[in-house]
């Protein structure tokens, strides 16, 4: 006598970060039956540990990636909507010195492109401080300061709202299995069979598609899929990030690496100050970026607390990480009926496009359902 058949769904996740919560949600939204396993904690790796921003993409435009800032923009709009409690506005100064390489005219020709794609809205604004309020900011080193630009971008809690995206996943119907390790996944007619190991076990399910969000980790997800679906050569690019005694209270200041130019964002988390870098190859120490904050803070307290960093993943390629594109790739393995869709990159401030822009493509091959919610507008309220 044969047992009962594997539960079967219409979509499989492999990864619990941002990226797979939010496909979840999105996916449960238009009403097919989602499978979601992730390894680890809830958003325990790139999704925890990242700058913390919800931000417009002002720094895009040095590379002219208008349309990665005008979804960037709308995307901060949609958060600051549907999760005010979450997502919030703050104001943002970047100061200048005479040792910057970016210029006054270039940051405030940037500025005001930045607020022209952000529609002249007030949350799109900026402007210049007067020398009068210098003294205000922080204790911001004055030695050789030749301009402050002020504007107001988003912060929020990114485990914390990796934990509210995947309750509303859950609310709207989407099954999970926190912890469990994705153990192989073999093509069987219109879908996939799935394996899983959960406490000390092994779970089958059946799924008529699968999308690997298991970020750094998404060859070895790759490797374990048969047939192989197709990828790319990529790079594991490190934010690094140093939690300091101490806080600041102005707001979160966007400064330049001396040695080579990154982000470097100066911010207070938590009653701590929060220093973190982005985009260099994952080789280093991330109590490197300390001096940077020591550079413009000069009589701040800099104890450091905490250290880590996450991972992103580029496609490989030369030259420095921190100068190429930004964009989102997604991997079909058939782009007119896909059956297999892999993540690579992704920002936190873009989940939900980018969760948006794989369902669509899902809609090629899962059937349709009536819709239970719309991402745009559904409200998400933090996970008790």
Known sequence: MSGPPDPAFDLAIIGGGINGTGIARDAAGRGWSVYLCEQGDLGGATSSASTKLIHGGLRYLEHGDLRLVRESLAERAILLRIAPSLVRLVPFHIPIYRATRRRPWQIRAGLALYAALGGFSSD???RSLPRAEWETLDGLALDGLEAVFGYLDGQTDDAA???AVL????SLGAETALPARFAAAVRDGDGYRVRY???GGEIECRASA???AAGPWIES????????PPGFAVDLVAGTHVELDGAIERGIYYAEAPADARAVFVMPWHGHTLVGTTETLYAGDPRAVRPTYARYFPRGNARRIDAWAGLRVLPRARGAAFARPRETTLVCDDERAPRMIAIYGGKLTGYRATADKVAARLARTLPRAPRRADTRTLALEPAS
């Open 124 to 126: 799109a604004r900026f």
């Open 161 to 163: 709202l990796a934990r």
């Open 167 to 170: 309750r509303s996943a859950q």
């Open 197 to 199: 190991e959960r406490d």
């Open 210 to 212: 699968i999308v690997n």
């Open 221 to 228: 997800v790759r490797a374990l899929v048969s047939p192989a």
